[in-house]
Structures are given as structure tokens and as C-alpha cells.
Nanobody, 124 residues
């Protein structure tokens, strides 16, 4: 499965962006899909995950209520809606897919497939 992330860009603080992740060469069926991000000069960190089948979803605490992960099964797409963006949300955002057990779903090592990343810059 190849993943393609898109939708990044420059946005002012308080603004919104929607990131998209498309799968090719396969589908997301049976996978857990996730978003991670890597701020400048920092380690990559977990943002959110969602099981493709079923409603299990989880977010990093600082993103709860601001970010929403969603799925379009018909289009085989995953989205990350980001609202109330802050300068500290500036990062390269990556989508990922894997088959982790639930307790390991926030770990990068649990995901086999990664998109190339899309840069989000929050700045006035």
C-alpha cells in the first residue's frame, strides 16, 4: 500500500486546514490509520489514530477538540481536520497505516506504511 498525504500549507493562528491521505495499490480495509507529525528540530510524535473498521479513535491530549480524524470508505481516503491552529502545530504531518494492537496504536513502530509528509506552517 502506498500512501500520499496532501493539504498542507501556510495558515494563520486560529485558522483551519484539512489534510488528506490517499491509499493506492491497496485499501485501508483492516488497517488502523494514523497521523503523526514532526515539528522542526523535534522527534516525530503521535497525533491521532482510527480503526478503519469500527469507531475506535484516539488523539493526543493537546489536540482533542481541535483535530478530527475521519474516513471516507467509498473514496479510500483518510482526513485530518485541524481547527484553532497554533504556531506550535507547525510540523510535517505524516499519515500511516498498520495493524497494531490497540495498546500500541500510538507508536510509530506499529505502522508499516507511511506517506511522504505534508508541511503545515502556522504563522502570522
Amino acid at each position: 500500500v502506498q500512501l500520499q498525504a496532501s493539504g498542507g500549507g501556510l495558515v494563520q493562528p486560529g485558522g483551519s486546514l484539512r489534510l488528506s491521505c490517499a491509499a493506492s495499490g491497496g485499501t485501508f480495509s483492516g488497517y488502523t490509520v494514523a497521523w503523526f507529525r514532526q515539528p522542526p528540530g523535534k522527534e516525530r510524535e503521535f497525533v491521532a489514530f482510527s480503526r478503519w473498521s469500527g469507531g475506535t479513535t484516539s488523539y493526543t491530549d493537546s489536540m482533542k477538540g481541535r483535530f478530527t480524524i475521519s474516513k471516507d470508505r467509498a473514496k479510500n481516503m483518510v482526513y485530518l481536520q485541524m481547527n484553532s491552529l497554533r504556531p506550535e502545530d507547525t510540523a510535517v504531518y505524516y499519515c500511516a497505516a498498520g495493524r497494531p494492537i490497540l495498546s500500541s496504536s500510538t507508536y510509530m513502530s506499529s505502522y508499516n506504511y507511511w506517506g511522504q509528509g505534508t508541511l503545515v506552517t502556522v504563522s502570522s
